[in-house]
């Protein structure tokens, strides 16, 4: 199994920037795909953004595209979401999450971070 440990919320004006990271360890990562999802207080864990590790295909949540960036550093063994012109609906608990046969479906997604609070004000 993988383990993911995500950092870098904060609190952040909104039109501001963010960048989340997720460091995996513990197996090889290149079957995955790792996602990002977020978390309201009061709503459903939601999709944000996944990519590929084996060739950093991508793919996005309709509400973050153009805004939003998924990247990944082998070396580090880590994935990032850069967060650009963030509104105040961005305001969620975000967690990095490891799947071998989903792009998109937390259910699907073996592996889980322990989330990290991202809070922008307007």
Avoid: H
């Amino acid at each position: 199994q993988v383990q993911l440990v995500a950092s870098g919320g904060g609190l952040v004006q909104a039109g501001g920037s963010l960048r989340l990271s997720c460091a995996a360890s513990g197996r090889t990562f290149s079957s995955y795909v790792m996602g990002w999802f977020r978390q309201a207080p009061g709503k459903e864990r939601e999709f944000v953004a996944s990519i590929r590790w084996s060739d950093d295909s991508t793919y996005y949540a309709d509400s973050v595209k153009g805004r939003f960036i998924i990247s990944r550093d082998n070396a580090k063994n880590t994935v990032y979401l850069q967060m650009n012109s963030l509104k105040s609906e961005d305001t969620a608990v975000y967690y990095c999450a490891a799947s071998m046969s989903s792009w998109s479906q937390p259910r699907n997604f073996e592996s889980w971070g322990q989330g990290t609070q991202v809070t922008v004000s307007s």
